[in-house]
C-alpha cells in the first residue's frame, strides 16, 4: 500500500520546532474549525486559542484561519505552541563529521537529544536545525539527556532509512566510558544479559524475568583509589541499559540520579555534577557509501580528569 503524502506545512520551524499540525476528522461535525480545536486540544486553552485564532496564527492550507472559519472535513491546521520556559544548557554541541548524509556531534551533558515534555528548545536536535539551517534533520539514534558523547544525525530524509537500520539491526559498535566505584572482588570483563523493562511515565527502568532483551560487555580500563573507570559495551539499546546493568552489579554510575534509587529532581540549572557517563566511539560501515566510519568523542568525564 503507498503511503499518503504528508502535506507540507505551511509555517517555518520555529527555533528548530516543527509547527504542531491537526488534521480534521474525516466525520465530524463542528460547526468551525475553532470549536473542533476547543474539542481536542487541552482543558485551558481557550483563551490562548481565541488569541491565536484573532491574531492569524493558525493556518490552513489556504492561510490564517479565525473563529468564523468552517469545519473542513480531513482538512489540516498549523500553529506553533507555546513555548516552555527552559534554562539554557551552557555548553557546546561541537561537529565532529558532516557528509551530504548524516551529522555526527558531540553532545554534552544535560541536553536532551530531541524535544520531548519540557525540554523543547534546548535540545540538540533544535539546536542544530536553528544553528546549521538544516530544517530536515532527523535523529538516527538517541543519547539519555544526562548522558554525553557522539549522537548522528540524517541530513537527508530520504537517507533515514538507511541509518536508522544500523541501529536498529544492531550494525553499529558503540563504546560507552563511565566511573563508578571499584570493586575489588568484582571479576571483569564481563557480559551482564537479562530483561529490562521501562514502563511509560516511570523514571526508572527494572529487571524483571523473562527472555533476555538486553547485553552488555563491561570492562575495567584503570583504577585511582577508591573509582574505576570501566569500558561499556551495549549489545542492545535498552533504555538506561548500561546504567542499571551497572547498577545491578554493585556499580552505580558516578552522579546518576535515578540508580539505584530516584532523587528527588535536581534544580533545572544546576549543571554541576554530570553523570559520568559518555558515547565515547561509534563505528560502522556506512551503508550509502561503503565507507568505514570511526568517530570518538572529544570529551572527557569530569571525576576522571
Request: hydrophobic share 40%; with cysteine.
Amino acid at each position: 500500500m503507498r503511503r499518503r503524502k504528508r502535506p507540507v506545512a505551511p509555517l517555518p520551524q520555529r527555533f528548530g520546532v516543527d509547527p504542531v499540525q491537526v488534521r480534521m476528522p474525516q466525520d465530524g461535525s463542528w460547526p468551525t474549525i475553532g470549536q473542533y480545536l476547543v474539542h481536542r486540544l487541552p482543558d485551558g486553552v481557550d483563551a490562548r486559542l481565541a488569541e491565536m485564532l484573532r491574531d492569524g496564527e493558525i493556518l490552513g492550507p489556504d492561510g490564517p484561519i479565525d473563529a468564523t472559519t468552517p469545519y473542513l472535513p480531513g482538512a489540516s491546521v498549523w500553529f506553533h505552541r507555546d513555548l516552555p520556559a527552559e534554562p539554557t544548557v551552557p555548553f557546546p554541541l561541537t561537529v565532529v563529521h558532516r557528509d551530504e548524509n548524516i551529522l555526527v556531534v558531540d553532545k554534552p551533558h544535560f541536553l536532551a537529544t530531541t524535544p520531548r515534555g519540557s525540554h523543547v528548545v534546548q535540545t540538540a536536535l533544535s539546536r542544530l536545525r536553528h544553528e546549521l539551517a538544516l530544517p530536515e534533520l532527523s535523529p538516527a539514534h538517541r543519547l539519555d539527556r544526562l548522558t554525553a558523547g557522539l549522537v548522528l544525525f540524517v541530513v537527508r530524509p530520504g537517507a533515514r532509512g538507511a541509518y536508522q537500520g544500523l541501529f536498529r539491526e544492531r550494525l553499529v559498535r558503540k563504546e560507552y566510558l563511565a566511573v563508578a566505584r571499584f570493586d575489588p572482588g568484582l571479576a571483569l570483563p564481563r557480559t551482564v544479559r537479562n530483561r529490562i523493562v521501562k514502563e511509560r511515565g516511570v523514571i526508572a527502568a527494572h529487571e524483571e524475568a523473562g527472555p533476555v532483551n538486553a547485553e552488555s560487555r563491561i570492562e575495567l580500563l584503570e583504577r585511582r583509589g577508591p573509582l574505576g573507570l570501566y569500558r561499556l559495551e551495549p549489545h542492545t539499546g535498552r533504555t538506561h541499559q548500561l546504567r542499571l546493568h551497572m547498577c545491578s552489579l554493585g556499580l552505580p554510575l558516578l552522579n546518576d540520579p535515578v540508580y539505584p534509587e530516584v532523587l528527588p529532581a535536581a534544580d533545572p540549572q544546576d549543571f554541576r555534577n554530570p553523570l559520568q557517563l559518555l558515547a565515547n566511539r561509534l563505528e560502522f560501515t556506512d551503508p550509502l557509501t561503503g565507507r568505514e566510519v570511526c568517530l570518538q568523542s572529544g570529551r572527557t568525564l569530569a571525576a576522571w580528569v
